[in-house]
């Protein structure tokens, strides 16, 4: 299973509308995709505009080939992107350990 | 619950030790503090030398005041601190939603 970090800042004082969106678009467009697992979204403490969505897949290419290069990136990007104060940082993770 | 989210860049080509250290260091020194309730270390793909430390704290305090003022924290710095190639970048975060 990959981990995929998005890094999201949205533009301030849209917290209450870019949480229902984000859960919306995760719910109505991510859950179909090949590969997804699963899903975490966090609101940073220190810096509230900052989101962290976590997105469990698979395989890196469930997410990279199969979701980015499908039309339903584009209605994902249509639901979420609005809020955004720039583009999301997007890395891949291995899980390394974790308690039991 | 909160999540405590540590961005770590340790020096190239350390992963196998830094990852038994961080292991041990969670496991031996971090498991031991009040409020601890879990964690996760995850490994970028794309960049290999970044992990992700995610802990998860019954509050905030126990982290920043509990442990982060304890001497339990010299204890975990010093076993982990070595492989570090600068501060880690530390932030808290809230759970926004999830997948069921």
Same mark, same amino acid.
């Given at each position: 299973m990959i981990l995929e970090l998005a890094d999201i800042r949205i533009k301030p004082g849209e917290n209450a509308a870019f949480e229902k969106a984000i859960a919306q678009g995760v719910e109505t467009v991510? !859950?179909?995709?090949?590969?997804f697992e699963g899903y975490k979204v966090n609101r940073s403490i220190?810096?509230?505009d900052r989101y962290l969505l976590q997105i469990f897949w698979t395989t890196l290419e469930d997410h990279t080939?199969?979701? !980015?290069?499908?039309e339903a990136f584009g209605r994902w990007r249509a639901i979420v992107?609005?809020?955004?104060?720039?583009p999301p940082h997007v890395e891949h993770f291995e899980l390394v350990c974790k308690s039991a």
């Open positions: 991510i !859950r179909e995709a090949k590969g220190e810096s509230p080939v199969g979701f !980015r290069q499908s992107g609005p809020f955004f104060a720039g």
